[in-house]
Structure formats: structure tokens, C-alpha cells
């Protein structure tokens, strides 16, 4: 089920300044060095041209050196993002974004209502590089986006970080309640679905999908109150 997006439609996010190459060690080292950020995956850049057009907004925790140097987010080679999601039927067509996001790509997503962003945009290569001062101020722009945004459901990727982030240590995978989450809108559903990191042993591309495949159904029921 796609949503309904205006035409025309005319991308915007800034392509990968490596031209189709992936980025050296030397990038990697300028990218975390520097805090380049990476643009959010939505139809359109201002929060409010896009409310009402998302069925899904996904939130990383916050990019690699690499998804910032490409521009691409999950773009990370061993990263299981992407082909869980193909997997669990919410992309189209299987994204390699490891050399920089595809037009083609960036209109499917918008097609089907997907937008991504992440919780802290300074780029890590690790989670755990974040201090929780990081993760608790992203997590206060997060809902002020989210009352904009009015996705119908928000899913998080990572246990750990969303436990820090919003001060839930007791925090389980799956569907979160949010009564004690102040100024989330009571429209959005928030879930939490395992990080697709190669270094996340627990989850395979086919547990990953499982779970997303429910996220995604959710959000097939679930309808925006904007």
C-alpha cells in the first residue's frame, strides 16, 4: 500500500560527494572527525510538507562514518538494514546504498511512506561513542518531529540506545508504551526492533524481517490523526 504523494515530485537530498566510490579510511577517519551529518530520508526536508505522507518513520541511532560519507543511511557493507526490510515486504526492491542513496530508491521510499532519521546525527562508529546527554537530547527533538511528522507508527532500531534515550532501562524489544513519554503524540505508535548491525550476533537478516514484517503490518492498520 503506497501512500499518496504529490506529483511532481523532485528529489533533494544531497547525493554522495564520492560520485559512486565507496569512501577510504582516510573519509571514514574525516567523517567522524568532522561530525559530517546525514540527511533524513522524506519526501520533502521541512517536518511540515511531510505530514500526513509517512506510514513509517524509522529511527537509527545515529549514523556511521561511512552512511555520512556516502549519504546514505545503513550503508555500512555487513549492515542487515536494508535486506530485512526487503525481506519483511516494506521495500519495493533490495536498496545497496553502500556507494550513495539511488533517485530511484529515495522515490520508492517516499512512495511507500518510509522516512528515516536518527536519534543524534554526530557520526560514530559506534553506539555506545554517544553519551546519554546525546541520546536524551535527541530523543527531545524526536517527539517535537514526531507531533509534526504524525506518522502513525515510529520504530526504533536498537535496544540499547532506546533504553538511554529514553530513560527506560527496563525496555524491551517490540510494541513501547508511551504515557510516560512527555509530549508524545498519542496517534504514534513507537516500537523498538533489534539493531541490524553485523555486530548484532543475535539477529539474522530472517529474524530481522520477522520483525520488521510485523512493524509493517501495524502500520498498514494503523491510521494518521494530522
Not at 161 to 176: C, E, I, N, T, Y
Amino acid at each position: 500500500m503506497d501512500t499518496k504523494l504529490p506529483e511532481p515530485w523532485t528529489p533533494w537530498r544531497t547525493p554522495s560527494p564520492l560520485q559512486g566510490r565507496r569512501p577510504t579510511k582516510a573519509e571514514l577517519a574525516e567523517a567522524a572527525a568532522n561530525g559530517i551529518t546525514l540527511d533524513d530520508v522524506l519526501p520533502y526536508p521541512d517536518d511540515r510538507d511531510n505530514m500526513g505522507l509517512l506510514r513509517l518513520l524509522i529511527v537509527g541511532t545515529n549514523p556511521s562514518p561511512w552512511a555520512a560519507s556516502v549519504q546514505a543511511p545503513f550503508a555500512r557493507p555487513g549492515n542487515r538494514f536494508w535486506k530485512s526490510l526487503y525481506a519483511a515486504g516494506v521495500t519495493e526492491t533490495l536498496v545497496n546504498d553502500s556507494t550513495g542513496m539511488q533517485r530511484s530508491d529515495e522515490l520508492m521510499l517516499a512512495r511507500r511512506g518510509v522516512g528515516i532519521t536518527n536519534i543524534v546525527s554526530r557520526p560514530t562508529s559506534r553506539s555506545s561513542q554517544l553519551s546519554r546527554e546525546e541520546l536524551r537530547a535527541g530523543c527531545a527533538r524526536l517527539v517535537q518531529r514526531v507531533r509534526v511528522l504524525c506518522p502513525p507508527v515510529v520504530a526504533f532500531t536498537g535496544i540499547t540506545a532506546f533504553r538511554s534515550a529514553f530513560d527506560a532501562p527496563k525496555a524491551v524489544l517490540g510494541f513501547q508504551p508511551t504515557h510516560n513519554l512527555p509530549g508524545w503524540p498519542t496517534s504514534s505508535q513507537l516500537w523498538v526492533v533489534p539493531d541490524p548491525s553485523g555486530l548484532n550476533a543475535h539477529e539474522s537478516v530472517e529474524s530481522l524481517g520477522e520483525k520488521w514484517a510485523e512493524v509493517w503490518a501495524v502500520s498498514a492498520q494503523a491510521k494518521p490523526e494530522c
